[in-house]
Nanobody
């Protein structure tokens, strides 16, 4: 059974930082492309960042220079370091795992940016 379990969300003030984690099980993690998406209130789910099995990365323009995605294949975990958070970053953040015809999603973790 495939599981993606996100953690690390919460309430942070503008300008603050959070690190999200996504622990994967039931997949050969090192072969999967991993990603983070978010769904802000009233908006569709959108890509935030992704990291492929070769550690190549891709970011949404809105988070470039502020967010960093990384992975630890030994721990089957992908991370999203979020710095300089803005109110518009507030959303539910979802972890994804993709490989060929397979695509899995986590349940999401809430990030609230507010003073």
């Amino acid at each position: 059974q495939v599981q993606l379990v996100e953690s690390g969300g919460g309430l942070v003030q503008p300008g603050g930082s959070l690190r999200l984690s996504c622990a994967a099980s039931g997949i050969m993690f090192s072969t999967y492309d991993m990603g983070w998406y978010r769904r802000a209130p009233g908006k569709q789910r959108a890509l935030v960042a992704r990291i492929n099995f070769g550690h190549g990365t891709d970011y949404a323009d809105s988070v470039k220079g502020r967010f960093t995605i990384s992975r630890d294949n030994a721990k089957n975990t992908v991370y999203l370091q979020m710095n300089s958070l803005k109110p518009e970053d507030m959303a539910v953040y979802f972890c994804t795992a993709a490989h060929m015809f397979y695509n899995y999603w986590g349940q999401g973790t809430q990030v609230t940016v507010s003073s």
